[in-house]
């Protein structure tokens, strides 16, 4: 099921069946395409990063990964298994896989701990004692080892987007999923959270990440995918698409935004 291409050679794992793969995804809303034959897959500690223009599809394709998007056509397979479609088993495979979302989604009543331990407490079932201490080895992972008590509503934006990361690692995911999760920080506290996510990448997480800071993806990504209405435009290592693009389409979106290496 691995169907390496020639182009895969020098991936991580290349050889192994991928962690998820998406095999000709479609998605349509109405008479819009949103998805239009999308093939591309995710091997075990890699890290994905999906660019391209605001509507392309990237974001699109990433909430397929966990069927919060249900696809029209195609298929789409998670470490080797076709994702099942009754809600039993999907839910299953969303305790495998983390997601971190545009905005926060943090319980605004809730301290950082509870945020943190509610899901490890009520999905997986583990001892609170156990839950506090994965909580607080996370929140020393991401920075906020002084912030357990506090309550969403005082920390920053980049501190809220970590304490949602480290909710999502609770979970113990084989694969991540960042959808965008810079896009609604301050310029000041985007770094905060990318050194965050660049260390995960260093401890060998898999890891989708739809993202517009294109430094992030050419320092941490494994693979970058370009979209464009719905499309794949171009895929390979971060050097072949930063440094020298095959195609114009790819130029000219990198070019829109500045990017000179």
Known sequence: MSNVTEADFGRKNASSTPVVEYRDVRKQYGNFTALDGVSARVNRGEVLCLIGPSGSGKSTLLRTTNALEVIDGGQLYFDGHPLPSSKAEIRKVRQRMGMVFQS?????????LENITIGPLTVLGISEAEANARARVLLEKVGLTDKADRYPANLSGGQQQRVAIARALAM??????????TSALDPETIGEVL????????????????????????RVADWVVVFDHGKIVE?????QIFDAPREDRTRNFLSHLGWNG
């Open 172 to 181: 113990e995911p084989e694969v991540m999923l960042f959808d965008e999760p």
């Open 235 to 239: 895929q390979g290592p971060p050097a």
């Open 104 to 112: 926060f989604e943090l319980f605004p009543h809730k301290t950082v």
């Open 195 to 218: 050194n965050v996510m660049k260390r995960l990448a260093d401890e060998g997480m898999t890891m989708v990440v739809v993202t517009h800071e294109m430094s992030f993806a050419r």
